[in-house]
């Protein structure tokens, strides 16, 4: 399968640790994305990458939020020091130009902060 | 600025009869428009989009959308419903204004189809 692929599936930590999930694109596809998601809302965009750029952050992301993505082809979104109202499904998707292009996405991580 | 409203929580129909799911949608310039489903515990589905061209845009699985510039409105529809359709139906936007490529989504509308 090569969908976007996201890891851990599941995360439950306790409040004030960090965590940090992993985000796999389709191959080749040169942007990629982050929402999140809360129960019974839509995705809400958090950040994305073009190739390695961070070109946009929203301001849903407080400065505990980290993302990155190196080498243009994986990405890690890193929540240092939990609190309860970073649980949530962290969705992942990319996309390829010719713009506007169709975002594609994963499974989504889950995370539980107790 | 760029938001879309899906004005129904839940729909209930019985399989074989229509199914409608509404949007509607706001932005500066013009929208490019999209559906996604969730399954449980699953990430999002692409069904289908709008960019240009003819209003009445077919998707995957039998689904099609009809595009409105007067009413602002992308409604998805599917002429006779699953039970396998039941899931949570996503509409989403972007503004081809910008060079913005974020997608701004509804709260969701849950569809129920029973047997």
């Known amino acids: 399968d090569t969908g976007v692929s996201q890891n851990p599936r599941h995360k439950i930590t306790k409040r004030g640790q960090n965590v940090t999930f992993r985000c796999d694109p389709i191959?080749?596809?040169?942007?990629l994305y982050w929402y999140r998601q809360t129960l019974g809302q839509g995705p809400e965009f958090l950040t994305y990458?073009?190739?390695?750029?961070?070109?946009?952050k929203s301001r849903l992301l407080s400065d505990r939020f980290s993302a990155e993505r190196p080498k243009g082809s994986f990405s890690t979104l890193e929540i240092q020091r939990t609190e309860q109202g970073d649980s949530a499904m962290y969705l992942c998707?990319?996309?390829?130009?010719?713009?506007?292009?169709?975002?594609?996405f994963g499974p989504g991580t889950r995370l539980l902060v107790l | 600025a760029q938001s879309v409203a899906q004005p129904e929580d839940q729909v209930n129909v019985a399989e074989g009869n229509p199914l409608t799911v509404k949007c509607t949608y706001s932005?500066?310039?013009?929208?490019?428009l999209f559906w996604y489903v969730q399954y449980p515990n699953r990430g999002l589905q692409f069904l289908l989009k709008?960019?240009?061209?003819?209003?009445l845009v077919k998707g995957s699985y039998g689904f099609e959308a009809e595009f409105n510039k007067s009413q602002t409105s992308f409604h998805l529809k599917k002429p006779s419903a699953l039970v396998s359709d039941s899931a949570l139906y996503f509409c989403?936007?972007?503004?081809?204004?910008?060079?913005?490529?974020?997608?701004?989504f509804g709260a969701g509308t849950t569809v129920t189809v029973r047997a």
């Open positions: 998707a990319s996309s390829i130009d010719p713009s506007p292009e169709t975002q594609y």
């Open positions: 191959s080749e596809h040169n942007r």
């Open positions: 990458f073009q190739n390695e750029a961070q070109l946009e």
């Open positions: 932005v500066s310039g013009n929208p490019y």
């Open positions: 709008y960019i240009t061209g003819d209003n």
């Open positions: 989403a936007v972007r503004d081809d204004r910008g060079g913005d490529y974020k997608l701004s």
